[in-house]
């Protein structure tokens, strides 16, 4: 499984960031699979922020879900972050993510990460 994150680099204050992540290797629809994103602040550890899974429900960090809306295109095999409202403080890598439960066994996928700058 490969994940590409996509997106705009730089967003201003009190705008909404998206970002796209490009799956291939498997099928977002595929049962047993959860697609997430996590961030990384400057300095900070890893915040894991929502997912959705297979069959499109959706989950979400209780300190981020006022703001947070993640959803999927499967025609293009891809899901979508959304974070509103945004200020510098959600300055952070963002990492597109997924894992695949089986039986009592879990495999864990990242994609390369991409850099968001909340500035005026």
């Known amino acids: 499984v490969q994940l590409q994150e996509s997106g705009p680099g730089l967003v201003k204050p009190s705008q909404t960031l998206s970002l796209t992540c490009t799956v291939s290797g498997a099928s977002i629809t595929t049962s047993s699979y959860a697609w997430g994103w996590v961030r990384r602040p400057p300095g900070k550890g890893l915040e894991w922020m929502g997912a959705?899974?297979?069959?499109?429900?959706?989950y979400y960090s209780p300190s981020l879900k006022s703001r947070t809306s993640i959803s999927r295109d499967t025609s293009k095999n891809e899901f979508t972050l959304q974070l509103s409202t945004v200020t510098p403080e959600d300055t952070a890598v963002y990492y597109c993510?997924?894992?695949?439960?089986?039986?009592?066994?879990?495999?864990?996928?990242w994609g390369q990460g991409t850099q968001v700058t909340v500035s005026s």
């Open positions: 993510v997924s894992s695949y439960q089986y039986g009592s066994s879990r495999d864990d996928y």
């Open positions: 959705i899974i297979y069959s499109g429900s959706t």
